[in-house]
């Protein structure tokens, strides 16, 4: 197997399928400024087989380098174990023969593709990279937000849907002109509960503008009582980027309310899963946010991390 390093357009014309919307070349660019330098890396034998797009800051290539997740694409979905192992072992020798550090390479949830992502992992495994950080990830399956809805749901989740549910509040899918109202109720919710925002407005519309985007918003009247923003990630797969609610109206169980009324919606419009995201800093679990997120209904998979920390030696 050999790697071939291209540039961004030659990658786009030799990759015309990509895994998920953080693999894309439109995606990495737009975040260049975080990484000191971007490669992209075609791994071929007979034909391509794989291709990465990775990104160097202080001599570590990080896969994604600004994102929740990147990785490896496959081009064809009957990718081999042997040919990813090849691409690993090719991925090494370049790796110390730049004489790079360390690569951390962060896996989707395994719900993205279980038999692709269970070939990964292993193939890591047995290249020698280490299990850095294995997350809890949260996703719900959108056929389950039909009539039965609230017999799957956890009996406290129950409770707090029924009261939303008759609390006069208002969902509503707001224009993309308009998207700064869930991002501002948002904002207000993780400056109330100290937690950071990682993303200014302006980045989220310069993101938007590459990836298909969802706004979403709760209101009384015309109060926002909370926000929510969403991106399109695959074809069948959304992911909530951010989403909360204003904390002095907590007693509205809004975000039971808010997360109810966009599972229906993307059940509507033929979306399978809407991924949530991990509850784990560091592998560690926010008890609170895992409660509440598998109460509900939503299933759980685990999202790996792996690492390798690399010496001018050859890779054996």
């Not at 896969?63 to 072992?89: M, R, T, W």
Request: a negative charge.
């Amino acid at each position: 197997m050999e790697l071939i390093l291209v540039s961004n357009k030659e990658y786009t014309n030799l990759v015309p399928s990509i895994f998920h919307v953080f693999n894309s070349v439109e995606f990495s660019e737009l975040n260049k400024d975080k990484v000191d330098e971007i490669y992209y890396l075609i791994f071929k034998d007979s034909k391509i087989r794989l291709s990465m797009i990775v990104g160097v800051r202080d001599n570590e290539v990080k896969s994604p380098f600004s994102a929740p997740f990147g990785g490896f694409n496959y081009v064809s979905e009957d990718i081999k174990l042997h040919q990813i192992q090849e691409a690993l072992s090719a991925l090494d020798n370049w790796l110390v023969e730049k004489k790079f550090q360390k690569i951390t390479i962060a896996l989707p949830p395994f719900f993205y593709d279980q038999n692709y992502l269970a070939k990964l992992s292993n193939s890591f495994f047995l290249a020698g990279y280490t299990p850095q950080f294995q997350d809890i990830n949260y996703q719900f399956q959108t056929g389950n937000a039909g009539e039965d809805y609230e017999k799957l749901i956890w009996k406290n989740a129950r409770k707090n849907l029924r009261k939303s549910n008759s609390s006069d509040l208002v969902f509503e899918k707001l224009e993309e002109n308009n998207g700064e109202i869930a991002y501002e109720a948002i904002k207000i919710n993780r400056q109330e509960k100290n937690i950071p925002l990682r993303m200014s407005w302006d980045q989220v519309k310069e993101t938007a503008k590459l990836i298909k985007t969802d706004y979403f918003v709760v209101k009384s009247k015309e109060l926002v009582l909370a926000g929510a923003i969403v991106f399109y990630v695959t074809p069948e797969i959304v992911q909530v980027i951010y989403w909360g609610d204003l904390p002095e109206y907590s007693e509205h169980k809004t975000m039971n309310f808010l997360s109810s009324n966009i599972f229906k919606y993307y059940r509507e419009i033929g979306v399978r899963f809407v991924d949530i995201g991990i509850s784990t800093e560091f592998s560690v679990p926010n008890h609170g946010l895992c409660e509440f997120k598998e109460g509900i209904g939503c299933d759980l998979s685990l999202k790996f991390t792996f690492a390798k920390n690399f010496s001018t030696k050859n890779i054996i």
